[in-house]
């Protein structure tokens, strides 16, 4: 299996979105409601994108996953 990793770009933040929502959905239906619960916004994914890196995994062109790697401290004003 070959798998293509890239930086996410403002073109991607539509299918990040929408692949963070199926995640966070399959999750509660498994787990019921956690963290996890909270639905994600274009806004949000837009924000993480300027602030930190975000990168993608494709595979056959469909994104499969996410990872964000920031040197900030998630809780820092």
Do not use: H
Not at 8 to 27: I, P
Not at 38 to 45: Q, V
Not at 60 to 65: M, Q, V
Request: charged share 20%; net charge positive; no cysteine.
């Amino acid at each position: 299996m070959r798998i293509k990793l890239q930086i996410a770009t403002a073109d991607d933040v539509a299918e990040l979105v929408s692949l963070r929502t199926a995640v966070s959905q399959r999750l509660t239906s498994q787990y019921g409601k956690g963290y996890w619960s909270a639905g994600s916004a274009k806004n949000g994914a837009l924000f993480a994108t300027r602030i930190s890196q975000v990168y993608i995994a494709r595979y056959r062109k469909r994104l499969i996953a996410t990872l964000t790697a920031s040197t900030r401290k998630p809780w820092a004003i």
